[in-house]
């Protein structure tokens, strides 16, 4: 039935040991008050910490929920929790429905036994009969691409190949409730979409939980969003572009180291957007669209001939996507000396929602030849908050015009 829950967590928590013997020791207490029926303390002994603290959250049928935070969180604990894995220290979790999980690389596969075996397996796993999977048997096939490694033990599979076999089959089997940590990061372009299509396909009829760290793949997916950090909750949220924002601006980064020079240094970098200006030490964020502007000032140590200003933009895994190199065909300053300051304006943050850095350089032309006086890279950080998703960082805006139908 459309819309009903699936997934339910209430107070879930997990407590891990820091100590390996002491951990040994605590897990025969708790399984000594499983038999007896005592009732388990819920306090932390010697070593212990919360991995997963205090989690609520429900998911329904035709809902996705991404599940983000940054290394640590508790994220895959909580999957493992979910997928049957892991028992909760604390609170209850309902599933309701078969369950497909690809939260590890290879996790339900036996390695000795072929891809066709554990195709078996696995669809046993999530509740089908040997008759449903050997009417879906051609389907998983064609989709994980691997039909000539089929017979060959997994043992010898790429993760790549892994993961086409184990999506194969959970995707394919229609399980209620799909539940998906990472393992597409390994997965070739081609294939990477392919999945996304058939979570697509999925969707209406499935309950998800995505995890991720690539936000354009959480905000494709995602109807919902729960942030989590040091295993607690941060944000729970149905606004995917408010929690995608707040794991961006989780971030706490340092201005690039910048390398001194004896003939000019970077003195400081402002961004102005909407009537506010931002220093380089605050959190910022420019909405999607906005005008921006770059304000730089420059101490010039000794005199500079033909100075030349050059800006890199990069996203947060520091990969460029776009430069600014025509600083000397807009302005031209034959020499400088003392301070310098220009601005640069961009009319349109036509950016996706995301983490975002800018690289400044400085260059001087002096008889005909080009000298580096200083790059400062990711001399500032900022994050654009929008609604606009995409695989890519630039997301355009064209003007549209209707000419037949």
């Known amino acids: ?201 999925l969707l209406s009829n499935t309950a998800m939980i995505f995890v991720s760290h690539s936000m354009p793949q959480v905000a494709r997916m995602s109807t919902n969003i729960l942030l989590m950090s040091h295993g607690k909750e941060l944000l729970n949220t149905n606004d995917v572009s408010v929690g995608i924002t707040s794991y961006y601006n989780q971030y706490k980064l340092e201005v690039g180291n910048q390398q001194l020079s004896d003939i000019a240094n970077l003195a400081r970098i402002s961004l102005i957007s909407e009537g506010k200006t931002f220093q380089q030490e605050d959190e910022i964020t420019i909405n999607y669209n906005a005008e921006l502007q770059i304000e730089i000032e420059i101490d010039c140590i000794r005199e500079i001939e033909n100075p030349k200003i050059f800006l890199i933009f990069a996203d947060k895994e520091q990969r460029n996507f776009g430069e600014v190199l025509n600083f000397g065909d807009v302005i031209q300053i034959p020499k400088a000396n003392g301070k310098l300051v220009v601005k640069a304006t961009l009319p349109e943050t036509n950016f996706a929602q995301g983490k975002y850095s800018i690289t400044i350089g400085l260059i001087q032309e002096k008889n005909k030849v080009r000298e580096t006086i200083f790059r400062h890279q990711s001399a500032i950080y900022f994050t654009v908050h929008g609604t606009k998703h995409g695989w890519a960082p630039i997301q355009y805006n064209l003007d549209w015009k209707l000419i037949g139908s």
């Not at 390695?111 to 998983?140: S, V």
């Not at 990472?182 to 697509?200: H, P, Q, T």
């Open 1 to 201: 039935m459309a819309g009903e829950v699936l997934i339910s967590a209430e107070n879930v928590g997990k407590k891990f040991c820091k100590n390996l013997k002491r951990s040994l020791w605590y897990g025969a207490q708790d399984l000594a008050s499983t038999i007896t029926g005592t009732e388990r303390s819920t306090a932390l002994r010697k070593d212990e910490f919360w991995a997963v603290q205090g989690i609520n959250f429900e998911v329904r049928r035709g809902e996705c929920l991404g599940l983000i935070g940054h290394n640590g969180a508790g994220k895959s604990t909580l999957l493992k929790m979910l997928n049957g894995l892991l028992r909760p220290d604390t609170g209850k979790i309902t599933m309701h429905g078969r369950v497909g999980a690809l939260i590890e690389l290879g996790a339900g596969f036996n390695p000795i036994l072929t891809g066709r075996e554990n195709i078996f397996n696995n669809a046993a796993i999530l509740g089908f009969t040997k008759k449903e999977t050997e009417a879906k048997l051609q389907e998983i096939i064609a989709f994980s691409e691997i039909e000539d490694f089929l017979d060959m033990p997994v043992q010898n599979y790429s993760s790549g190949m892994r993961v086409r076999l184990g999506f194969a089959v959970a995707a394919q089997m229609e399980p209620d409730i799909l539940l998906v940590d990472e393992v597409l990061a390994v997965g070739d372009i081609g294939f990477v979409l392919k999945c996304f299509k058939r979570m697509d396909e």
